[in-house]
């Protein structure tokens, strides 16, 4: 890595990690896409996902009290069942048409909250189960498993902070859960893995740390907004990626 890299991956970091403390995702979401035009995608995804797994751990410190659980539960079911599914397709199936299905999903979702169309009315619990699947297929194979957890619990639940920390919750169990995958099949076993991650975790911090002042100060829609722009952002980058 040249020193033009790591200047450009210490403000993609900074800034991915900066947009979690505000919302309780969207890190995924900005890193692996932006990483991945410089970076392998088999180092890129299994380094966030690390540091990503370690930002729900010390947001939930702070929102635990905040966290639906209920919610939570019931998702995980499917959750792993998608996760497997993945893990498999992951090394099985080309991506590109995957790619492009995800990207336009997500702009579609993005769109509706950007301009605000979307409902206030709570949506049935029985879209846990796609949305569980779709997580946990879509994290194993790109990293980027946050958008159809967003769109569900963001129908459920309407006070920001519940939505931040039961997201961070969520998104702990879930990466813990994509840390043993990788671990079994060998991604998380890079020799340079460690050095990158001791690295990026004061940035990750730090970022954490700015967005988490900025959180207390936006309102629900404001913050909903900014979860529109992140969708946008994710979709035209899975489209860059699938056409590039």
């Known amino acids: 890595m040249t020193p033009d890299i790591y200047l450009a991956a210490f403000f993609i970091l900074l800034f991915a990690y900066f947009i ?9 979401l900005i890193a692996i896409p932006l990483l991945a035009h410089f970076l392998p995608l088999t180092f890129v995804v299994p ?32 959750t792993i069942v998608g996760i497997l599914i993945g893990a498999f397709l992951l090394v099985n199936l080309p991506r590109e048409p995957l790619l492009v299905g995800l990207g336009l999903f997500v702009i579609f979702f993005g769109l509706r909250y950007v301009f605000n169309v979307h409902g ?13 699947l779709a997580g946990g297929l879509i994290g194993a194979m790109f990293g980027t ?60 911090g730090l970022g954490l740390y700015l967005g988490n002042r900025v ?11 900014v979860i529109g722009g992140l969708l946008l952002l994710s979709g035209g980058s899975l489209l860059w990626n699938a056409w590039g």
């Not at 979690?20 to 995924?28: E, V």
């Not at 990503?52 to 966290?67: G, I």
């Not at 169990?173 to 975790?201: H, N």
């Open 120 to 132: 206030e009315r709570p949506i049935s619990r029985w879209w846990s189960v796609p949305t569980g």
């Open 215 to 225: 959180h207390l100060g936006i309102s629900h829609r404001q913050q909903l907004a």
């Open 47 to 78: 380094m966030v996902l690390v540091l990503d797994f370690v930002a729900s751990v010390v947001l939930s410190r702070h929102t635990r009290l905040q966290v639906r659980w209920d919610e939570i539960r019931i998702l995980l079911p499917t």
């Open 20 to 28: 979690r403390g505000i919302t309780g995702f969207g890190s995924g």
């Open 145 to 204: 498993g946050g958008p159809p957890y967003v769109v569900y619990l963001s129908h459920r639940l309407h006070d920001k902070t519940q939505l931040r920390g039961t997201l961070s919750g969520l998104f702990m169990l879930d990466g813990a859960l994509r840390v043993i995958t990788f671990l079994a099949i060998g991604l998380l076993l890079q020799s340079e893995l460690l050095v990158s991650l001791l690295l990026a975790l004061p940035l990750m």
